[in-house]
C-alpha cells in the first residue's frame, strides 16, 4: 500500500484529523501534509519507517474495524453482489470501500498500471443522457485491465423492438463480467439485476438513486476535509436546488447519515424538496433538519454546499418550474457573504450553463473552494474500487502495480494544488 493509502487508512480508522494524527506521532503538521502529497509530487516526502510504527503502534488501540472482504461489499440480502442502492452501506463497509479507492490513486493518476481484471468484459448499458458517469464507468474498468463494450439510448437497443428487461439482461450476462445500467424509470436496474448472476450497479435508476456518485462525493468530502483539518461528524451539510428529483442527493443524504450528529440544510422550491421518507430517515438517525426556500440564511456556517440540476425531464405533465428563479442560484457573491475559507462547494454535474437556468454559477470558477472537479476526478479511484471489490480482485491490486510506459503531463488536475493556498 502507498504511504498515502497508509496514512489515510489510519486517520480513518482512528477518525482523526490530519493535526491530531501529527500532534499523536510528534511531527509538524507540515511534514505530515508532505507525507500525504503524491508519489510524483515535487514536494513528497518519504515517511520515515519509524513513524510508520509509530502509526502501526497507535491503530493497535483504534476501535474495531473490519477490512475484511464481505465488508466492503453492502449486504443487501440475496443482492450482495449487486450494487442498487446505499442501504446495505455502514460505516465500516463504505469506509472500507473508500480505503481501496485510495490504494487506486496511483492508478487513476496514471503513475501505475494494473491488469487485475486483464480478460474481464464491462457491459455500459445507458438508457438515459450522460456524459461522466458512462465515460468513468468504462476508464475505470478499462486502467483495471478490462475492456468494455457499451450500448446508448433505447432507438439502438433492442428494447426499441420490444425486448423486455430481463430478456435483455439474461443475454448480456453471456457476453459480459459485470454491467452497469443507467435507466429513466425508478427500480428499472433491479429488474436487471433479478434477471442475471453478473454484478449490476445502477448508474442512475430515474428518480431513484445513483450509489457510484454518492460514494465519490463521500470520497471527496472526507479527503477535503482532511486538508483543513474536518471531520464529517458534526458537519454542516447544504443541499441545494432539486432535492424531489436528483438522485445523487438521494444517495448521498443516506450515506452521511451513517456518521454522527450532522445538520442537514435543504434549501429548495416548494415544490421540489426532498422526499418526506429521506427526511424522516435522517431525523431518525438523531441529525438536525432544517428546510427553507431561503439561499442566503440557509447556506450560512456551511461546511459543503451541494448544488443540483433542475431534473427537468423527470416532471410529471403538470409540473412547469423549467428553471430556478435568481433566488436559487448559488454564485460568488453569495457564498462570500455567507460562507467560510474551507466551505466546499459541490455539484454532481453537468451544471446547466445556459442564460437564465440559474444553476451553480460559472463566477465561482476560479474559487479554490469550489470542488466539482475533484469530484470527477475522484469518481476514477471510487468506481475502480467498486469494481475490483465486486469482481473480487481488491486484495491484488497492490502487488499487481507496474509502471506507466507512456509520457503523463506533470499537472493533472485537482490534487496537485496547495490545500487551499493556506498550509
Ligand atoms: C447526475 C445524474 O445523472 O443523476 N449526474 C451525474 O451522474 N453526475 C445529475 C444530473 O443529471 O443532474
Same mark, same amino acid.
Given at each position: 500500500?502507498?504511504?498515502?493509502?497508509?496514512?489515510?487508512?489510519?486517520?480513518?480508522?482512528?477518525?482523526?484529523?490530519?493535526?491530531?494524527?501529527?500532534?499523536?506521532?510528534?511531527?509538524?503538521?507540515?511534514?505530515?501534509?508532505?507525507?500525504?502529497?503524491?508519489?510524483?509530487?515535487?514536494?513528497?516526502?518519504?515517511?520515515?519507517?519509524?513513524?510508520?510504527?509509530?502509526?502501526?503502534?497507535?491503530?493497535?488501540?483504534?476501535?474495531?474495524?473490519?477490512?475484511?472482504?464481505?465488508?466492503?461489499?453492502?449486504?443487501?440480502?440475496?443482492?450482495?453482489?449487486?450494487?442498487?442502492?446505499?442501504?446495505?452501506?455502514?460505516?465500516?463497509?463504505?469506509?472500507?470501500?473508500?480505503?481501496?479507492?485510495?490504494?487506486?490513486?496511483?492508478?487513476?493518476?496514471?503513475?501505475?498500471?494494473?491488469?487485475?481484471?486483464?480478460?474481464?468484459?464491462?457491459?455500459?448499458?445507458?438508457?438515459?443522457?450522460?456524459?461522466?458517469?458512462?465515460?468513468?464507468?468504462?476508464?475505470?474498468?478499462?486502467?483495471?485491465?478490462?475492456?468494455?463494450?457499451?450500448?446508448?439510448?433505447?432507438?439502438?437497443?433492442?428494447?426499441?423492438?420490444?425486448?423486455?428487461?430481463?430478456?435483455?439482461?439474461?443475454?448480456?450476462?453471456?457476453?459480459?463480467?459485470?454491467?452497469?445500467?443507467?435507466?429513466?424509470?425508478?427500480?428499472?436496474?433491479?429488474?436487471?439485476?433479478? *434477471?442475471?448472476? #453478473?454484478? !449490476?450497479?445502477?448508474?442512475?435508476? &430515474?428518480?431513484?438513486? %445513483?450509489?457510484?456518485?454518492? @460514494? $465519490?462525493? +463521500?470520497?471527496?468530502?472526507?479527503?477535503?476535509?482532511?486538508?483543513?483539518?474536518?471531520?464529517?461528524?458534526? *458537519?454542516?451539510? #447544504?443541499? !441545494?436546488?432539486?432535492?424531489?428529483? &436528483?438522485?445523487?442527493? %438521494?444517495?448521498?443524504?443516506? @450515506? $452521511?447519515? +451513517?456518521?454522527?450528529?450532522?445538520?442537514?440544510?435543504?434549501?429548495?422550491?416548494?415544490?421540489?424538496?426532498?422526499?418526506?421518507?429521506?427526511?424522516?430517515?435522517?431525523?431518525?438517525? &438523531?441529525?438536525?433538519?432544517?428546510?427553507?426556500?431561503? @439561499?442566503?440564511?440557509?447556506?450560512?456556517?456551511?461546511?459543503?454546499?451541494?448544488?443540483?440540476?433542475?431534473?427537468?425531464?423527470?416532471?410529471?405533465?403538470?409540473?412547469?418550474?423549467?428553471?430556478?428563479?435568481?433566488?436559487?442560484?448559488?454564485?460568488?457573491?453569495?457564498?462570500?457573504?455567507?460562507?467560510?475559507?474551507?466551505?466546499?462547494?459541490?455539484?454532481?454535474?453537468?451544471?446547466?450553463?445556459?442564460?437564465?437556468?440559474?444553476?451553480?454559477?460559472?463566477?465561482?470558477?476560479?474559487?479554490?473552494?469550489?470542488?466539482?472537479?475533484?469530484?470527477?476526478?475522484?469518481?476514477?479511484?471510487?468506481?475502480?474500487?467498486?469494481?475490483?471489490?465486486?469482481?473480487?480482485?481488491?486484495?491484488?491490486?497492490?502487488?499487481?502495480?507496474?509502471?506507466?510506459?507512456?509520457?503523463?503531463?506533470?499537472?493533472?488536475?485537482?490534487?496537485?494544488?496547495?490545500?487551499?493556498?493556506?498550509?
Amino acid at each position: 500500500m502507498s504511504q498515502q493509502a497508509f496514512l489515510r487508512d489510519a486517520m480513518r480508522r482512528m477518525n482523526f484529523t490530519r493535526d491530531t494524527l501529527a500532534q499523536r506521532i510528534g511531527i509538524t503538521r507540515r511534514a505530515l501534509d508532505s507525507w500525504l502529497l503524491p508519489d510524483e509530487s515535487a514536494e513528497t516526502r518519504k515517511m520515515p519507517d519509524i513513524a510508520q510504527r509509530f502509526v502501526l503502534e497507535i491503530l493497535k488501540s483504534a476501535p474495531s474495524y473490519t477490512q475484511s472482504v464481505d465488508s466492503v461489499r453492502p449486504g443487501n440480502g440475496e443482492l450482495a453482489h449487486h450494487l442498487l442502492s446505499v442501504d446495505g452501506y455502514t460505516r465500516d463497509s463504505v469506509e472500507a470501500l473508500l480505503r481501496v479507492a485510495d490504494i487506486m490513486q496511483p492508478i487513476a493518476r496514471r503513475q501505475k498500471t494494473t491488469r487485475v481484471l486483464e480478460g474481464a468484459v464491462l457491459a455500459n448499458l445507458f438508457f438515459e443522457a450522460s456524459t461522466r458517469t458512462r465515460l468513468s464507468f468504462s476508464s475505470a474498468f478499462a486502467r483495471l485491465g478490462g475492456s468494455v463494450c457499451d450500448t446508448t439510448g433505447f432507438t439502438f437497443s433492442s428494447m426499441a423492438k420490444g425486448e423486455s428487461i430481463a430478456d435483455t439482461s439474461r443475454v448480456i450476462s453471456g457476453y459480459a463480467d459485470a454491467i452497469v445500467v443507467r435507466h429513466p424509470e425508478l427500480g428499472a436496474v433491479a429488474e436487471f439485476a433479478r *434477471a442475471t448472476h #453478473v454484478p !449490476v450497479i445502477n448508474a442512475g435508476d &430515474g428518480p431513484g438513486e %445513483h450509489p457510484s456518485q454518492a @460514494l $465519490l462525493d +463521500l470520497y471527496t468530502i472526507q479527503r477535503e476535509f482532511s486538508r483543513v483539518d474536518k471531520l464529517i461528524d458534526g *458537519a454542516h451539510i #447544504v443541499f !441545494v436546488g432539486d432535492l424531489k428529483y &436528483g438522485r445523487t442527493v %438521494h444517495s448521498l443524504s443516506k @450515506l $452521511l447519515a +451513517l456518521y454522527r450528529n450532522l445538520r442537514f440544510t435543504l434549501i429548495s422550491p416548494q415544490s421540489l424538496m426532498l422526499p418526506q421518507h429521506l427526511v424522516e430517515s435522517l431525523a431518525q438517525k &438523531g441529525h438536525h433538519i432544517e428546510q427553507t426556500h431561503d @439561499l442566503q440564511s440557509g447556506l450560512k456556517g456551511a461546511d459543503v454546499v451541494y448544488a443540483t440540476r433542475i431534473q427537468k425531464e423527470r416532471f410529471a405533465q403538470e409540473e412547469t418550474l423549467e428553471a430556478y428563479s435568481a433566488d436559487f442560484q448559488v454564485n460568488q457573491a453569495l457564498i462570500n457573504a455567507t460562507c467560510a475559507a474551507h466551505t466546499l462547494i459541490m455539484h454532481p454535474l453537468p451544471r446547466d450553463s445556459r442564460p437564465g437556468a440559474n444553476d451553480l454559477s460559472i463566477d465561482l470558477n476560479h474559487d479554490p473552494r469550489l470542488a466539482i472537479f475533484k469530484q470527477t476526478d475522484n469518481g476514477i479511484a471510487v468506481r475502480m474500487a467498486i469494481f475490483a471489490t465486486l469482481l473480487g480482485v481488491e486484495d491484488q491490486v497492490q502487488y499487481s502495480l507496474r509502471e506507466v510506459g507512456w509520457r503523463v503531463p506533470v499537472y493533472l488536475g485537482a490534487e496537485d494544488e496547495v490545500p487551499y493556498g493556506d498550509q
